[in-house]
């Protein structure tokens, strides 16, 4: 019996949005928005009486959320901005200056933003999840009205007190939430897994198959102008890192190298240090599933269109894939750095990554090959901590893009080589022994840059 299906739209996970984090960039940013909105519907009384508008970050949120944007990110959700059409270069602009402030409206009234009023609380905050804001109307200290939200990874978001909506077996023709329920899916109605999740995602949204590959390929083109851009793209990274962008330098040496047989590995790493380093840089990229991560999935398909040519309708099928283990992972652990550390971001896409390799290999689409390619890949980010130096979405991160993808590769190609039915371990196994590992690790590990190599940052 299925309890609770996955009910998640390929496009919530592929999200278009400015870097550098999808959970501390384009949550804070969504939440920020949806505060607004709500402020425009409270009694003119409330209204006028207020004076001040307040934002609480509190957890990694507060730890890292200097480095990663989110102050520029609420600032512009406030003011009206979405993430999907938000420009990078405005975006990047706010609060440069310290004594600017900015107008909010809050229904007929507009109330100016004091930069000083974004609070990076650094005490705990009694809150189920590890990224919490808290957004207040003010009236001097009197608080007039509030709302918690979590950003919970991906940028997805939860706000406090919302009831969550239980997703209805009936809403999707295919339901399913684990590996196991998706397998007995597939075969009972024999299909193949994009086939699957395009039929549920036309089912929950509406849209016509068309429509889905329409903007699937929308999504493509939106990670490989990333990518685009990042191999054009030189110089010194923002923040106090000062580090160099290196996705050209790479993608120079592979165009030398094209006799080499690690030329295409050297072209994997530049496509995905391109996307990554763009990331870093607050530029427009697409959540896979989260933006930290957001190098991964854009160099494997850059790859395997440009270096592949595979057509688009393989790409497609790919993608569609490549959603079905991030749905998995995010309903049963998390895709949040700061709820599982690094493998829940780079460990998910890797899995993702190797999904899509492996749907696009084999035109029958086994089940088996692309569980086993998930799982290996999942299986060998158990543990692998999240500390980026200074807060900012770089060291680790870049470099950490492109292995991830490295790794996507070869568990593609264990999986495929014949052997995949010689797996031990299920998806859903692995799956579960990440939540727990993502419980089990420090909170020092987990976004806050309070260990590992956040701590080295001095030797930098
Ligand atoms: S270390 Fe990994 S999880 Fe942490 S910010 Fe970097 S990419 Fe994201």
Redesign the pocket.
Known sequence: MISAPITTSVFDLFKVGPGP?SSHTIGPMKAAYDFRQRLAQLSADLQTQANSVHVLLYGSLSATGKGHGTDRAVVAGLLGWQPETTDPDALLELLQNPASSYPILVGATTILLEPQHIHFERKRYPSPYANTMVLQLRHHEQVLYQEEYYSVGGGFIIRKGEPEAIPDVQSVPYPYSTMTELKTQLTTHNLRIDELIMTNEMALTGRTRAEVNQRIDLILEFMHKAVRRGLRHKGILPGSIKLTRKAPILFRQAKGMSQSSDSFLIFLNAYCLAASEENAAGGIVVTAP?S??SGVIPGLTYLARYHFHHDKATLRAGMLAAAAIGFLVKHNASIS?AEM??MG??GTASAMGAAFLTRCAQPSGSIKAIEAAAEIAIEHHLGMT???IGGY?QI??IE?NAMGAVKAYNAFLLATSGAASLQKISLDAVVKVMKATGRDMSTKYK?TSEAGLALSATEC
Request: charged share 25%; glycine share 18%; hydrophobic share 20%.
């Open positions: 984090s989260t930290g991560a750095g550390g690094c971001e780079i999240c500390d980026p979405v680790p991160c950490r976004e």
